[in-house]
């Protein structure tokens, strides 16, 4: 098994924290993985990405460059990378920030509202962790009891709120992505 | 070793110097390894060392040159622009036989270059950078965990030879998050012990002696025969280096290999990943890692030749540096040929698997 995933999105939406989740979470699930962010000069509006790999053998390349999985957190990702994605991949995508969706044959494609969603929740920030439930309800890449063990380790004391947010936010990625 | 965390090259090595027994620190930031200066500012003064953020390169190597003069374990580190600026500085530390070591998180150059990674540093690590006749001894990981365990490798390496160890990673291998591993903490006393094999020649308060001589420690011998003694003796030691401390990995090297690459750092692994793709396709491409850079691994590349394998492909991230020293060890025998990349790009896998088709 080995996944190739790129996430994407606005500076400050969370997609590296997307990638780093996953990661982490593969990591400790005694899986092979590695996460390689984009960094630099970005434009103001472009998009910040990352290229995460989880695999059951030695990561060779931590470079991704036709994922398997794409996570696009605006319209400016999918444009960057939905040509890129392999045949047979995913593609998860919000569609507050996707005006123009996506056009591509031979993947699946899911999508939500999930700034609207992570409103409802309670906080806007919690918008990637419902694109990190999307993926693992579609695909079980890790479990969730993994992401809640360290989410719950980095933010039970510092912000016990915002973790039932970020919890709640997972849960119903995982259950859009079922539906 | 400790449980595994997910960690930056940049904070992996930082973490791993400071258990490696690293107490000073001298730095100067620059992107793409401000992670590791922010982290040696942060977690130093925890374990009572200190960190200074110098002026400018040129002065922290100098700190460098300093406090390795009184038998510490130091570090300082860089990307390329702030490497060459330190080179002054490095040449005297190896003239002056001081230990210590220096890391190079690779950018694309020349100039200010950019901030991406990069394997153009790879002949100033190697062949000199600096003045005069000396060598560095030059470790190039390819992963985070390697970069981390590194730390302590190139402090006793420097120790062992008194001698300046460098680093030679790169933005890649800074920026990415990896599972990494460390060794225990060294306690002071173990520290300690470390340190006392420099005693006979460094700076220090020595009560033993009435007159309070002090050890001297100088790159300059103004008499030309002594002068030669002393080079002629920096060769021993470095040939003596060249006997002890080649590394390298093979990867998929077998008998039946068509072609064989050799590639060192962030370059490896992405013809590992080649090599991988190729062989699904039954066709048999062995690699050659070296993981120090110097001294060079040339008979584990000479060693790999035979009647089968009818190219030795070389690849880095350069206009081909490397390169050089892998024809020096294959001396002719087969044709040696090239794939860089510049600029601060990496090539993908794809790109290599048609470098090696198009040689097949």
Known sequence: ?179 | MSEKVLMKGNEAVAEAAIRAGCRLYFAYPITPQSELIEYMAKMLPKVKGTFVQAESEVAAINMVYGAAGCGKRVMTSSSSPGISLKMEGISYLAGANLPSVIINVQRGGPGLGDIQPAQGDYFQATKGGGHGDYRLIVLAPNSVQEFADMASEAFDLADKYRIPVMILSDGLLGQMMEPVSFKPTLTAEEIAEKEKIHLDWCMRPNEDEPNHHHHEINSLEIDPNVLETHVLDLEKKYKLITENEIKFEEYNINDDNQIVCVAYGTASRIVKSAIDQLSEKGINVGLIRPINVWPYPSNAIKNVLHKKVKKVITFELNLGQMVEDVRLAVNGQIPVEFLGKVGGLVFSPDEVIKKIEDNL
């Open chain 1, 1 to 179: 098994m080995k996944y190739e995933i790129i996430s994407s999105g606005f500076g400050g939406q969370g997609a590296l924290t997307v990638g780093k989740f996953l990661a982490k979470a593969g990591m400790k699930e005694g899986k092979n993985v590695s996460w390689l962010p984009s960094y630099g000069p970005e434009m103001r509006g472009g998009t910040a990405n990352v290229s995460v790999v989880i695999s059951d053998k030695e990561v060779a390349s931590p470079l991704v460059s036709f994922p398997s999985i794409l996570v696009a957190l605006n319209q400016p990702s999918i444009d960057k990378f939905a040509s890129a994605t392999i045949d047979g991949g995913l593609i998860v995508f919000n569609e507050d920030m996707c005006p123009n969706g996506v056009k591509r044959d031979n993947v699946e494609i899911i999508s939500a509202p999930m700034n609207q969603i992570a409103k409802e929740i309670g906080s806007i920030k919690v918008l990637n962790m419902v694109a990190i439930g999307m993926v693992i309800g579609k695909t079980g890449i890790v479990k969730y009891e993994t992401l809640e063990q360290d989410l719950t380790a980095f933010l039970e004391k510092k912000n016990p709120e915002l973790l039932k947010a970020n919890l709640k936010a997972i849960k119903k990625g995982i259950e859009l992505a079922q539906s």
